[in-house]
Structure formats: C-alpha cells, structure tokens
C-alpha cells in the first residue's frame, strides 16, 4: 500500500516535470486563458469580484478574499466545451509520455 | 473517455485519468489565482472600477436621434438663411459670399486701386449720362449680363435707368473692368465722353466716316463693336491702333491725321509705366501690326498665345528708347478682335 502511494507520487511528481520541461503546461494554460475570456468567464468573475469589493469596501479587499471567492465559482462557471478540450489535450499530452 | 483511455495504456487508465483531471483543476486554479492577484492589483492601484459609469451620467451622453435635431439634441442650425449686410453698399449678401463681397467691395486685393478710382470717379459723377457711357459696354457685352438678368426688379429697358438705380458703390459694377480694358485711366476725367459714343461704323457713309476719324481716335472696340469718340490724342488707344483703324475704313492710302503727328511725346510720359504695366498684363492683345495681321490669319486662337513672347522684345525696346515716335505705342489699348483686320494684308 504505501509503495504503491509512493509510486503514485514519483508518477505524478514526473508528469508535472514533464509538462512543465516541455513547456506543454504553459501552452495548455495559454489556452485555457483565451478560452475562458472567450466565452466571458472572466467577465462573469470579474462582475462578481465587483460585488464583493463594493460589499467590503475597496480599501479591505485581501487577495485571500478574492481567492476564496473566486476558485469555487470560477471551477463551477468553466463551460464544458473548454473543459472537454483541454481535458483532451492532457490525455494526449500523458498519452505520448506513458512509457515513463 | 474510459474507451480512450483503455487503448492507450492498458494499465492505468483510470489512474491517468485522475491525473488528468489533477492537471485540469491546477489549470483552472492557476488561472483563478492569475485573476485574483489582477483584480486584486486593480483595486488597490485604482483602476478597477474606471470603466464603471453610473447609468444617470450615462444618460447625459446618450445620442439623440430625432428629427429637426442634430445627434447632441441641440436644433439644427440654419445658417444658410443667414445674411449680411454690406456696411459699404447696404445690400444684404448671403453669409458665405460676405467675404468675397466685402473684398471687393472695400477695394481690397488685387484690382483694388482700379476698382477704388471708379468708385470715386463715379461718385463724384453727378451727371448719370456720363456714367452712361462707360456702361455701354456692359449693356451690349454678352458676357457681361449680370446685372440686368440676375436683378428682377431692374428693368432692363434702358442703360440710363438701371444706371440709376443701381448703387454706384457696387462691386457688381466694377466687374466690367475685366473686359474693358483701359477704361480706367479716362474716369478721372469722365467729361471728355460726349453722348454719341459708341458710333457703329457700319453705318457711316464715307464722308462721315472721313469727317469722324479726322476728329476722333475711332478705334473700334472689341466688345462695344463701336468707335472711340474721344480726341485724337485719347491716351487710351494707340497711334497704331488709330492707324489701322484708318487704313481698315477709309482704305490703304488714308493715313493718321495731323493732329496725331504733331502730338507732344511729353503728354504721355505720365501714363508710360502704367500703361507698359497694363500692357504686360494684357499680353498685348490689341496693337496689331502688319506681320502680327499677316499670323492671324491663320488662326486668331494660335496667334494669341504666341503674342506675348513676340512682344516682350519690342516691349523692353520701347521701354528704353526715349522720345521717339515709337514712345508713344504702348497705350492702354482697347482689345480689337485680332480678326478684323487681317483682311488688311
């Protein structure tokens, strides 16, 4: 069990060195950025963040606020299109490094 | 999906799967914190709300699309009813042609000192057949119609009566001067006219025709089609003007009169510069000598443009050599229609 956790870690730990080396993740988050001001996902957050700054006065707006504010509902506002896309991508990308 | 996977690895789809999806939501999370630290960075820079405007202000800018209105909401400005009226003349002039007309109105540009000594000479001329005169050109020139045609209310029954009517301060007046050159010098001195002129030659028997060009200049004006009733030695036309004139109604034996000869070179000397001026600007049109004749017969169009060129020599000649007869050549002259005498050679 615990080598098996330990495998697990040393596979994913390769993958993100992969992704970060062939530069795939830069492209894949390129993309997902254009995408996502494309379809108004931004916007949306952006409107949002508008709220909460007005609620909270913009002199006690933290960065973790908008954090906390910003993760769940830009997770859940991600259109499928662009979800399915990009999950595409990462199944290519991990397709043509699966012999590691 | 789960079909994709399988036939990539056999071992670990499920597994790379969920790496998948680990990669996806660091992507999103990535880009989450991106936004954060940028709006957070426009908050506190100040520019996060510059785009927002109230809708009320909003309002105020809106475009106005009505009729009768321009796209400010503000009415639609008439201008083209707008008039002026001429502090010199009093006539009331559209807007847009106020310049132009004050321009020459007030005597200023390039004419202005032709046009202000007519305007004096025409002022200070009480007696309307005398400005009559003048006019007679303009009655009879076709290009030069303006007045009557464009003015309903003056009746074009007669020179003397639109004469009349009209404003001596106009500068619709001293439009004429372009075609009738030289006029200018003689309205200082309006009385030398006499009523007559403008005599149609064709008229004229023979022994008045003699009679007439041995008491008058006689040169035939290009527009008016009539003669020059002034003296012999009238400073507007000159000696060869006079003589061809001669030599075209009386035949080729008739020469210039006595009095001509006898004319005093120094009476001219004041008039010299302006009329060399005038002459120049002319492109000496009118002063036709025999071989200038013999070219225009040809073509009188062809001619005209060559003239100048031939002319400028004999013009700087003129110019230098002092008090021969020749002196006296360059007048004012009146422009004669190359045409009419080159039936002389």
């Known amino acids: 069990m615990a080598s098996s956790m330990n495998k697990d870690a040393q596979m994913r730990a390769a993958i993100n060195q992969k992704l970060t080396e062939t530069g795939e993740r830069e492209r894949l988050k390129e993309l997902l950025r254009a995408k996502l001001i494309e379809c108004g996902w931004r916007d949306q957050l952006k409107a949002h963040c508008k709220d909460v700054i007005n609620e909270k006065g913009l002199e006690h707006v933290t960065v973790d606020d908008l954090v906390a504010e910003i993760t769940p509902k830009g997770r859940a506002l991600v259109p499928d299109s662009v979800k399915k896309e990009l999950l595409q991508k990462i199944r290519t990308f991990l397709a043509q490094h699966a012999s590691l | 999906m789960k079909m994709e996977d399988m036939s990539l690895s056999g071992l670990d789809n499920s597994k790379l799967e969920a790496i998948a999806h680990e990669i996806y939501s660091d992507l999103i999370e990535d880009t989450c914190l991106g936004l954060s630290f940028e709006i957070h960075r426009s908050v506190k820079c100040g520019y996060f709300m510059l785009d927002e405007t109230d809708s009320e202000s909003m309002k105020d800018f809106e475009i106005v699309d009505q009729p009768g209105v321009d796209i400010f909401g503000q009415v639609y400005n008439q201008w083209k009813s707008k008039e002026c009226v001429c502090p010199n003349c009093n006539r009331s002039i559209a807007a847009s042609r106020f310049a132009p007309h004050l321009e020459k109105c007030l005597g200023m540009g390039r004419n202005s000192s032709r046009i202000a000594n007519r305007r004096i000479a025409s002022s200070n001329n009480m007696n309307k057949s005398e400005s009559d005169q003048e006019d007679n ?47 200018v010098s003689t309205n200082s001195d309006p009385f030398k006219y006499n009523s007559s002129s403008g005599i149609s030659y064709e008229n004229l028997g023979p022994e008045e025709l003699h009679t007439l060009l041995t008491t008058q200049c006689g040169v035939i004006s290009e527009h008016t089609k009539k003669m020059c009733t002034r003296s012999l030695r009238c400073p507007q036309h000159t000696d060869d003007q006079r003589r061809s004139v001669r030599i075209y109604l009386l035949g080729s034996s008739a020469s210039l009169p006595e009095a001509d000869g006898s004319t ?73 229609t190359p045409g009419m005498y080159s039936e002389l050679n």
Do not use: C
């Open chain 2, 137 to 183: 050109d303009d009655v009879n020139d076709n290009d030069w119609s303006y007045g009557s045609e464009k003015k309903g209310s003056f009746k074009p029954a007669g020179a003397k009566k639109r004469k009349s009517e009209k404003n001596p301060n106009s500068p619709r007046r001293s439009k004429s001067l372009k075609h009738k050159n030289g006029d």
């Open chain 2, 264 to 336: 005093d070179n120094d009476s001219f000397d004041v008039v010299e510069g302006q009329t060399l001026m005038s002459r120049l600007q002319w492109d000496g049109s009118s002063d036709i000598s025999p071989s200038d004749s013999a070219s225009s017969k040809a073509s009188t169009n062809n001619s005209d443009t060559r003239k100048p060129k031939k002319k400028k020599p004999s013009l700087l000649a003129v110019a230098s050599s002092g008090g021969s007869n020749k002196k006296k050549k360059p007048k004012p002259p009146a422009p004669l």
